[in-house]
């Protein structure tokens, strides 16, 4: 398996087109048709099952794609950050964000730090939680933010603790949640609901519901913060969501309790690595900030 193969796959993946995904990856439909059919052969399944003008993804090439994608993402951190060193750009920081987490506190706190250090260049990356450890051990993230509830850090990497951000049940203007102060879990858990397939506690709420003898009515599940926040609106079900994550206007939302249920939203870098100045700059100002001054404003 190559890299070739990989974004010759992604393309087909995108487009469902073998001329389209040809032309796009700057290779004849032949080429890209041959690296195709090496990679089925070496996975030893079809990835992409053709019947005249009927081209989609099979199971394995579905399976395989969200595999695809992150090892694609991680080529390009990896060949941005080569290009900059060779480019002599060496003020530049790649920083991963968590997609649950929400820009309006840290897209203040990253205006501050380029207003001071107007020589760093950021370049942020969407990237799932799983994938942070080895993106930042690797050396392809300089540090990331992202959050825990609890579980154990790798010893290979460090935490520095920014705020505390409590989870909430978000729900549509009118609902009956707006009546009361906070919301049970289990009350939560008997509304139709809309699964965010990247929260944090998502299996401790399965889980709870499973105790609890609750069957509980999912109306979607997705990883898209912004569509499940924009269907909440529309009524479609309720969820909890972060509290500094709600971007969505005429979203109503009470705290969560019994139990409450919070996270710690934290820099992360490589603790075995010796930071660039423009790291450490990062994270001494990470370290110093007033993040309550942040909260606390509308």
């Not at 010893?155 to 919301?183: K, T, Y």
């Amino acid at each position: 398996m190559d890299i070739n193969q990989i974004r010759y796959f992604l393309a087909l993946a995108d487009t469902l087109n073998f001329t389209r995904a040809a032309e796009n990856c700057f290779v004849s439909q032949p080429a890209l048709t041959q690296a195709i059919k090496r990679l089925e052969e070496e996975l030893g399944g079809e990835l992409i099952h053709r019947e005249g003008r009927d081209t989609r993804l099979t199971e394995l090439g579905r399976l395989l794609r969200t595999y695809f994608e992150q090892i694609e993402r991680t080529r390009q951190i990896a060949k941005d950050a080569a290009a900059a060193y060779v480019n002599g750009e060496g003020q530049e920081l790649h920083i991963g964000l968590m997609c649950t987490i929400g820009p309006r506190i840290l897209g203040r706190f990253l205006n501050h730090f380029q207003d001071k250090n107007p020589q760093v260049l950021l370049l942020l990356h969407d990237v799932p939680s799983c994938d942070m450890p080895e993106l930042l051990r690797s050396g392809a993230l300089d540090g990331a933010f992202g959050a825990s509830h609890g579980e154990e850090r790798n010893d290979s990497l460090h935490a520095i603790e920014l705020f505390e951000e409590s989870m909430v049940v978000a729900f549509p203007q009118g609902h009956e949640f707006s009546h009361v102060e906070s919301v049970p879990l289990i009350k939560v858990a008997q509304e139709q609901y809309v699964d965010r397939l990247h929260c944090e506690f998502r299996d401790d709420f399965l889980l709870f519901c499973k105790e609890n003898s609750i069957d509980i009515k999912i109306a979607f599940r997705s990883q898209r913060e912004d569509w499940i926040q924009s269907f909440i609106r529309e009524g479609v079900g309720v969820s909890v969501i972060p509290e500094y994550s709600l971007l969505v206007p005429q979203l109503d939302y009470r705290p969560v309790c019994q139990p409450a249920l919070s996270r710690q939203v934290e820099l992360i870098t490589n603790n075995r690595a010796a930071p660039s100045r423009a790291l450490a700059a990062f994270t001494e100002m990470a370290k110093q900030y007033a993040w309550q001054s942040l909260l606390d404003q509308p």
